[in-house]
């Protein structure tokens, strides 16, 4: 089982980003799949979260600004961010709950980290 993001980069302060993350294996289910973030010196944090059955969860930092979608059918979920601040800087990484053939009874697991930069 991997996750594997895309997206991020640098934007100005006020535009937008995605981040696109995909799970791969033998997968049955993945619940919660989402969106956490990480800054130096920093602990790592949820940004947003979506459960297959639809329900979301955003941190009260990004309410409004931010959206998560999930494609249960694709095992994908995609991070949409608006309104981008500075203090949205860090490392944000996938993370999903999977049940699969190798794990199933389900464990936790990290995509790669990928950069969001936004500048003042």
């Known amino acids: 089982v991997q996750l594997q993001a895309s997206g991020g980069g640098w934007v100005q302060a006020g535009g937008s980003l995605r981040l696109s993350c995909v799970a791969s294996?033998?997968?049955?289910?993945?619940?919660?799949m989402g969106w956490y973030r990480q800054g130096p010196g920093k602990t790592r944090e949820l940004v947003a979260r979506?459960?297959?059955?639809?329900?979301?969860d955003y941190v009260d930092s990004v309410k409004g600004r931010f959206t998560i979608f999930r494609d249960n059918a694709r095992n994908t979920v995609t991070l949409q961010m608006n309104s981008l601040k500075p203090e949205d800087t860090d490392v944000y990484y996938c993370n999903g709950f999977i049940i699969s053939s190798d794990y199933p009874e389900g464990d936790e697991f990290w995509g790669q980290g990928t950069q969001v930069t936004v500048s003042s």
């Open positions: 979506a459960a297959s059955g639809g329900a979301t």
């Open positions: 294996g033998n997968i049955f289910s993945i619940n919660p």
